[in-house]
């Protein structure tokens, strides 16, 4: 077998044959919001990763079962936290950074030895999404390639049947994660709004909105597209339990003919 200096770039042009990292985004839960190019990767990787909670089944996984091969190789990526800690303290950041780079190298074995490997990303990969932090990791060795994936906001928009930018208006997305004046400061300056990460950051949210008069216009969101979605004006629900597949969307009211 040949030995492949883990240091050496895909682009410097060796005579050897790396494997390719894929980023496959599966959209937003829904099985039929995978796009066609996504079902195709999946169907034909004989390598698939994807993140869970740990203990917990992938939830990536399951939105792409019924196209992953029944030979297929794979690789379960179990985060040692999630929402255990706040995601600013230094145990957290410790943990999830070398969560990451252990992951990147469990694919990194695969991909020296030129097997392609198709990481499963819920929603779209580039947004809010881990595949980001293997990505980071990996390309100054090795290709990347990513597959679009329909974002879980695009989602929820059309599970609401609720339009979110007219004419001019601006769209943020918004982290709840941020403090309550943040929170405050980023909604009175635009016009619409997406705030994602609720977690146990509702009840600061339903405040900030309340500060930045928008929450009668707030619509939430949970787990979108998929067979427990649930929405509702954000001023009926009575509790500020969120999961992590829920989001608050504020809809633009701009120009329109």
């Known amino acids: ?30 099985p039929e919001l995978m796009t066609l190019k ?3 990767l999946v ?11 740990r203990g917990k089944p992938s939830h990536a996984r399951a939105i792409a079962a019924r196209f992953i091969a029944k030979d297929c190789e794979e690789i379960a990526l179990a985060y040692p936290l999630t929402t255990e800690i706040p995601f600013d303290h230094p145990d957290y950041v410790a943990a999830l950074a070398s969560f990451y780079e252990e992951s990147a190298e469990r694919l990194a074995l695969h991909l020296l030895l030129g097997r392609d490997v198709a990481l499963l990303c ?18 100054p060795r090795f290709r990347v390639e990513v ?3 329909v974002s879980g906001m695009s989602g929820c928009f ?8 007219w004419g001019d208006d601006v769209l943020t997305v918004i982290p709840a994660t941020l403090p309550r004046e943040g929170l405050v400061q980023r909604l009175v300056a635009t016009d619409a709004a997406v705030v994602m990460k609720l977690g146990g ?33 954000l001023a009926e629900k009575r509790d500020d339990d969120a999961p992590y597949f829920a989001l608050v969307l504020v809809p633009g009211a701009g120009r329109r003919p």
């Open 1 to 30: 077998m040949n030995i492949v200096d883990p240091n050496l770039r895909a682009d410097d042009g060796a005579r050897v044959s790396l494997g390719a990292l894929l980023g496959v985004g599966l959209g937003p839960g829904d």
């Open 38 to 40: 996504a079902a195709r």
């Open 43 to 53: 169907s034909e990787a004989k390598i698939v990763a994807y993140f869970s909670k």
């Open 122 to 139: 819920e929603g779209d990969p580039m947004l809010y999404g881990s595949f980001m932090h293997l990505q980071t990791r990996l390309s």
């Open 147 to 149: 597959c679009a994936g």
């Open 158 to 165: 059309a599970s609401a049947r609720q339009p979110m930018t």
């Open 201 to 233: 950051n509702l009840g600061k949210l339903r405040l900030a909105l309340e500060d930045a008069k928008l929450i009668d216009r707030a619509i939430y969101v949970e787990r979108g597209t998929m067979a427990e979605e649930k929405i509702m004006r």
